[in-house]
């Protein structure tokens, strides 16, 4: 994704964004999204047959219940999936500073990696 904006010539800003470095929407990659899910249920058994991609799949919905259904089948528990959901406050905050828990505010993210790990690497 580095090498791609880069190309662009965008240096800083969002990964997720047009070329001239405005932040894209989820919608905006919805298409394509879908598009790959066809070819997932074309070509595997991942996704059955029956199962209609357009109504089922959305950017807005499909990766987000993905991990939560990944991470409470791994035995995941609560807190820490909303440890992982630091970003959506953030972004709720819509600039302004977002509300943590104390313990939350001063956890440093780079320190989290391992936590960031079990989650994402959840089976």
Known sequence: MIAV???EGRYTGPVFASKRGI???SSDYDAVF???LL????????IDKDVN???YFSTNRTPRKSAHTRAKRAG???????DMSRWNKVEAAKGKRPR????DHYA?????MPVTWLYSYAL
């Open 39 to 46: 070819r997932v249920q074309e070509s595997t058994d991942f």
């Open 108 to 112: 440093e993210a780079c320190l989290l």
């Open 76 to 82: 995941i528990g609560k807190e820490l999936q909303e």
């Open 23 to 25: 932040l894209d929407s």
């Open 5 to 7: 904006a880069e190309s």
């Open 100 to 103: 943590f828990h104390m313990r």
């Open 34 to 36: 879908r598009k790959y």
């Open 53 to 55: 991609v357009d109504v």
